[in-house]
């Protein structure tokens, strides 16, 4: 099987693209490097240092012939979303487009998308499930909630069978160590706390320790990569088995809250880890935890590296083995 891993340079889709090359899969990596780096490149890959938006090299590659893409290059930072809706419209929004336009006249006809738990927005109720009412809060889960729209309507009239992954928190990195690059100028939770431990941030500001939670501060759904990658293997198997589109929640159904991270990863790490608490960060739930009952009953997935002790441990070792353990 061959397969286009757009955005296999990054964070979670280098995770996918060992994942798949793991189970004899060619995998062919299209990424611009704008956030992804080349410490995640495998010589069993064929690389292509390109741009989604360059709608010429998109269709010139997809025409080299795949059996699937999988869509990972989008700009995931939801706060930033919020100040620079304009990046969000070009990367995510027309970025896809273009993926799917040079998907159909490359005559390529499944694609595993990277959805997010973002689609949402405020919980109606907990845990979160696939029939959830979708009012995303921020743009960034806008522009993945309007990706899935267009994603309808090319599975209706392209034939384009898809399945949209909805992560919650993505965290972790390779139990086996294989993978360690870096996030660039990370916003999420556990790699900003990675930064604080190694020494590249001063501290850690904690948005908010007076939200309806056990200890008052937020309260997210982590999953560890290696699960995700699992889940798209699985649901890559799924579409070339079953052919029919599907969308479902990625995430460990266990809600870790900031205070019980930041307390847990100072033990593990060893470090201080200095914080400080700050208002609320605009646009944040108090609780998000997902239902992946989906996913287990459609994929057979679950999740297995997903407790905060191999997140933080896997995560601790990728930071000190590229920046040392000072
Ligand atoms: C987690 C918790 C913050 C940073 C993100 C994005 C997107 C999506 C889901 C895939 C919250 C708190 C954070 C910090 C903090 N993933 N926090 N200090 O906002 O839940 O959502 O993940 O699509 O990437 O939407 O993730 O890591 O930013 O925040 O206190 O410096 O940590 O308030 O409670 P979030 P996050």
Same mark, same amino acid.
């Given at each position: 099987?061959?397969?286009?891993?757009?955005?296999?340079?990054?964070?979670?889709?280098?995770?996918?693209?060992?994942?798949?090359?793991?189970?004899?899969?060619?995998?062919?990596?299209?990424?611009?490097?704008?956030?992804?780096?080349?410490?995640?490149?495998?010589?069993?890959?064929?690389?292509?240092?390109?741009?989604?938006?360059?709608?010429?090299?998109?269709?010139?590659?997809?025409?080299?012939?795949?059996?699937?893409?999988?869509?990972?290059?989008?700009?995931?930072?939801?706060?930033?979303?919020?100040?620079?809706?304009?990046?969000?419209?070009?990367?995510?929004?027309?970025?896809?487009?273009?993926?799917?336009?040079?998907?159909?006249?490359?005559?390529?006809?499944?694609?595993?998308?990277?959805?997010?738990?973002?689609?949402?927005?405020?919980?109606?109720?907990?845990?979160?499930?696939?029939?959830?009412?979708?009012?995303?809060?921020?743009?960034?889960?806008?522009?993945?909630?309007?990706?899935?729209?267009?994603?309808?309507?090319?599975?209706?009239?392209?034939?384009?069978?898809?399945?949209?992954?909805?992560?919650?928190?993505?965290?972790?990195?390779?139990?086996?160590?294989?993978?360690?690059?870096?996030?660039?100028?990370?916003?999420?939770?556990?790699?900003?706390?990675?930064?604080?431990?190694?020494? &590249?941030?001063?501290?850690?500001?904690?948005?908010?320790?007076?939200?309806?939670?056990?200890?008052?501060?937020?309260?997210?759904?982590?999953?560890?990569?290696?699960?995700?990658?699992?889940?798209?293997?699985?649901?890559?198997?799924?579409?070339?088995?079953?052919?029919?589109?599907?969308?479902?929640?990625?995430?460990?159904?266990?809600?870790?809250?900031?205070?019980?991270?930041?307390?847990?990863?100072? &033990?593990?790490?060893?470090?201080?880890?200095?914080? &400080?608490?700050?208002?609320?960060?605009?646009?944040?739930?108090?609780?998000?935890?997902?239902?992946?009952?989906?996913? *287990?009953?459609?994929?057979?997935?679950?999740?297995?590296?997903?407790?905060?002790?191999?997140?933080?441990?896997?995560?601790? *070792?990728?930071?000190?083995?590229?920046?040392?353990?000072?």
């Amino acid at each position: 099987m061959k397969v286009l891993v757009i955005g296999g340079a990054g964070y979670i889709g280098s995770h996918v693209a060992r994942c798949f090359a793991d189970h004899g899969i060619q995998v062919t990596i299209y990424d611009n490097l704008s956030t992804g780096t080349t410490d995640n490149l495998f010589p069993d890959y064929v690389f292509h240092q390109a741009d989604i938006l360059d709608y010429t090299t998109l269709v010139s590659v997809m025409r080299e012939g795949f059996d699937a893409v999988v869509h990972l290059a989008a700009a995931k930072a939801a706060g930033e979303s919020m100040v620079k809706p304009e990046k969000y419209s070009l990367q995510n929004i027309t970025g896809t487009l273009n993926i799917l336009n040079a998907a159909c006249e490359a005559g390529i006809s499944r694609l595993v998308f990277s959805s997010s738990a973002a689609i949402y927005g405020e919980p109606a109720y907990l845990p979160i499930d696939e029939a959830h009412p979708k009012q995303p809060a921020n743009y960034y889960g806008f522009t993945k909630l309007e990706i899935e729209r267009f994603l309808e309507w090319y599975d209706r009239l392209k034939g384009l069978k898809f399945a949209a992954l909805r992560y919650f928190n993505a965290a972790g990195y390779d139990p086996e160590g294989r993978i360690t690059g870096l996030e660039k100028n990370p916003a999420n939770l556990v790699p900003v706390i990675m930064e604080v431990a190694i020494g &590249r941030r001063p501290h850690l500001d904690v948005f908010g320790t007076d939200y309806p939670t056990r200890d008052g501060s937020g309260v997210r759904d982590y999953i560890h990569v290696t699960d995700l990658a699992d889940a798209h293997y699985r649901a890559l198997l799924y579409l070339m088995d079953r052919g029919e589109s599907f969308a479902v929640n990625l995430g460990s159904e266990q809600g870790s809250s900031v205070l019980e991270i930041l307390e847990a990863a100072r &033990r593990i790490t060893g470090r201080e880890i200095p914080a &400080r608490v700050t208002g609320r960060r605009p646009g944040d739930p108090a609780t998000l935890v997902a239902s992946s009952a989906e996913a *287990k009953r459609l994929l057979g997935w679950e999740a297995h590296y997903s407790d905060m002790e191999t997140i933080l441990a896997t995560s601790w *070792k990728a930071y000190t083995s590229r920046l040392g353990n000072p």
